[in-house]
Structure formats: C-alpha cells, structure tokens
Nanobody, 117 residues
Framework: QVQLVESGGGLVQPGGSLRLSCAAS????????MGWYRQAPGNQRELVAS?????????ADSVKGRFTISRDNAKNTVTVYLQMNSLKPEDTAVYYC?????????WGQGTQVTVSS
C-alpha cells in the first residue's frame, strides 16, 4: 500500500518559517515527480512546488523566493521537503504531498499550516 507520510505543519507567526517533510516508502518513488499542493478554505487545490526525479524544480509565483523544494532519494525512502520562509497569512492552508509518474498519482493526508499572530 502506497503511503505518503507528511509532517512539519503547525502554527507560525507572520514572517516565520516552517519545513514540511513527506516520506514515500519504496525506491520506485525515486522515479516520481514529487510535489506540494495546498488548499485554503473555499479555494481550489493549487500547486505550490514540484521537483522531478532529476532535481528540476517548479515553484509557484506566489511563493517564489520564499519557498524551496528539495528531495532526498535514499535507498528505500524518498523524502521531499518544502522549506517555507517569510510566511504570510495568505499561506494558511492544508498542504498536501503528491507523487506523480505518468498516469499514476498519490496523495498524502495533508498537514495544516496556519500563519497568524
């Protein structure tokens, strides 16, 4: 059973930082594009950032310069990180990890990020 296990969400003040992690068990995930999406109440789920198996990244304009995505392709577990700096209240959302290869896609359970003073 495929599992994407997310961690690192929480409450942070504006201007603060958080790092999200997502662990995907199985060496097969080294071939997958890994990404982070977010969904705020009343909004559609949107792509925040993604990183291909080769390390190429794509970052949404709304977070460019503040968020960084990276991945660690260990032997049996692939971990993708989202470093979030200079957080703003509008970054408040549930953040979801996603793994994609062709027509196959898997989602994590989501982790809440709340930016508030």
């Amino acid at each position: 059973q495929v599992q994407l296990v997310e961690s690192g969400g929480g409450l942070v003040q504006p201007g603060g930082s958080l790092r999200l992690s997502c662990a995907a068990s199985g060496s097969i995930f080294s071939f997958y594009t890994m990404g982070w999406y977010r969904q705020a109440p009343g909004n559609q789920r949107e792509l925040v950032a993604s990183v291909t198996s080769g390390g190429s990244t794509n970052v949404a304009d709304s977070v460019k310069g503040r968020f960084t995505i990276s991945r660690d392709n260990a032997k049996n577990t692939v971990t993708v990180y989202l470093q979030m700096n200079s957080l703003k209240p509008e970054d408040t959302a549930v953040y979801y990890c996603h793994a994609n290869l062709g027509t196959r896609g898997y989602w994590g359970q989501g982790t809440q990020v709340t930016v508030s003073s």
